[in-house]
């Protein structure tokens, strides 16, 4: 599970982003999963690229926007070209929102073309399930800069932060005038009620 939330309220209330995940990976009983739940208040459903071929990834989205849900796709990707391959997929799919990847301006515009909401990561990461590295300050002068380009919010995977997760989350959704889904590990209400 995942949140997008801002905590001044400039944007709209926070809203769940049911991630269909474990690990950075797309469970194998997502299909089922999603069936079994479509009925609940949750607006926002996805998952993320990996392992799901594109075929079963078309069909559950599919699924998911004929119950009316918005869908999402998070991609954790490094390089340019994995990033717009994801970016590809989730146009490809149909997909509302694309979080993660590194920031790019290629991705950025293929999103605006494709009429995807785009949200990178920002901060330093790595490795997959993803590390985040970094300072707060160094975090949201990014989000600005990318906010700025066009970006329509930003992914901070807060609860995946080699330092004070806590205070990362708040002092960078108080300083960030955009939705920021907050990620990473959203495995409990404590984590949920920040």
């Given amino acids: 599970m995942e949140k997008e939330k801002n905590l001044t309220n400039r944007y709209h209330t926070p809203s769940l982003i049911v991630m269909l995940t474990h690990e950075d990976q797309t469970v194998q009983n997502a299909y089922e999963i999603f069936d079994a739940y479509k009925d609940s208040d949750a607006e926002y459903w996805g998952f993320k690229e990996e392992p799901l071929p594109l075929f079963q990834?078309?069909?559950?989205?599919?699924?998911?926007?004929?119950?009316?849900?918005?869908?999402?796709?998070?991609?954790?990707?490094?390089?340019?070209?994995?990033?717009m391959s994801g970016a590809k997929m989730a146009a490809e799919c149909g997909c509302d929102l694309l979080m993660g990847t590194i920031y790019s301006?290629?991705?950025n515009e293929f999103c605006r073309e494709n009429g995807i909401k785009y949200m990178p990561f920002v901060g330093e990461i790595h490795d997959r399930p993803s590390v985040l590295e970094g300072t707060c300050e160094e975090m949201?002068?990014?989000?600005?800069?990318y906010l700025a380009k066009g970006v329509y919010g930003i992914d901070l995977l807060g609860y995946r932060y080699t330092g004070d997760a806590?205070?990362?989350?708040?002092?960078?959704?108080?300083?960030?005038?955009?939705?920021?889904?907050?990620?990473g590990s959203i495995n409990g209400y404590q984590r949920l009620n920040l």
Wanted: proline share 2%; glycine share 2%.
């Fill in 57 to 83: 990834m078309k069909d559950l989205y599919a699924y998911m926007k004929s119950c009316g849900k918005k869908t999402v796709l998070e991609v954790v990707a490094y390089t340019q070209a994995e990033c």
């Fill in 105 to 107: 301006d290629a991705v």
């Fill in 140 to 145: 949201i002068f990014q989000a600005r800069e």
């Fill in 166 to 183: 806590a205070r990362l989350n708040e002092e960078f959704v108080r300083a960030v005038d955009a939705p920021v889904c907050i990620a």
